[in-house]
């Protein structure tokens, strides 16, 4: 159910871009308090997949505050930050990339407009999933690469019963204590309980139209980056 701080699961776009916007001010320090810090080699992992290089032109869609924006920029490639969130890319300002405010699922750039696409943790949040895949599907060039991380599901079953109590009970308890909003953060618990595992996520991205899909785990699981390429 949605209340005036989180949306429901039904990721209204109003109500989620309003959540983002009330914990934009706190939103990187208390990501990196609830992964243990992990969620800064979750974006040099991103990275590393999207294999970049110099000539190459990347979106880096619901980008938030860009902060991972600029780790892909260290490839020396051109990033793009994207995102519905006013309030993130504001949080985001002093970060030297350029930003676009853009919707998942009506992209604001031409077709083939992108050498590689990534999104991370943003996927979760789109009202109409598909529709996105097929708006990223619809700005890569041929050949284009997409990479998705995204929170997934634990391999090993006692290690994801541990994670699951962690998302619905300790989460929401540590982020009272760094999050501007932790009303979000129950929200981001059930969404993440709420989402495909990798194989589900993956069968998404071969229906929107991309080859060669396969995934790699992260931390056991909690987060999977899937990668596809653009025919």
Do not use: N
């Given at each position: 159910m949605a209340t005036p701080d989180r949306a429901s699961l039904d990721k209204d776009p109003a109500e989620v871009a309003a959540m983002f916007d009330g914990v934009a001010k706190r939103y990187d320090i208390t990501n990196t308090v609830l992964?243990?810090?992990?969620d800064r080699r979750w974006r040099k992992a991103t990275r590393k997949a999207l294999a970049l290089t110099r000539n190459d032109v990347v979106l880096d869609l619901a980008a938030g505050t860009a902060v991972s924006t600029v780790e892909l920029a260290t490839s020396g490639a051109t990033c793009v930050?994207?995102?519905?969130?006013?309030?993130?890319?504001?949080?985001?300002?002093?970060?030297n990339v350029p930003k676009v405010a853009a919707d998942a699922m009506a992209l604001p750039f031409a077709d083939g407009s992108f050498d590689a696409a990534t999104i991370s943790f943003g996927l979760r949040n789109v009202h109409d999933v598909p529709t996105a895949l097929a708006e990223l599907h619809r700005v890569l060039k041929p050949g284009g690469r997409l990479v998705i991380c995204e929170f997934s599901?634990?391999?090993?079953?006692?290690?994801?019963?541990?994670?699951?109590?962690?998302?619905m009970k300790a989460l929401p308890a540590v982020a009272t204590k760094v999050s501007s909003n932790p009303a979000a953060y129950v929200y981001l618990a059930e969404?993440?309980?709420?989402?495909?595992?990798?194989?589900?996520?993956?069968d998404l991205i071969r229906d929107a139209g991309f080859t060669d899909v396969r995934w790699q785990n992260l931390t056991g699981g909690i987060a999977a980056i899937h990668s596809g390429i653009r025919v």
């Open positions: 992964s243990f810090a992990q930050a994207a995102d519905f969130s006013l309030g993130m890319l504001k949080a985001g300002a002093e970060r599901t634990p391999t090993l079953r006692p290690f994801r019963t541990v994670y699951m109590e962690y998302l969404s993440i309980r709420a989402w495909p595992d990798q194989f589900g996520l993956g």
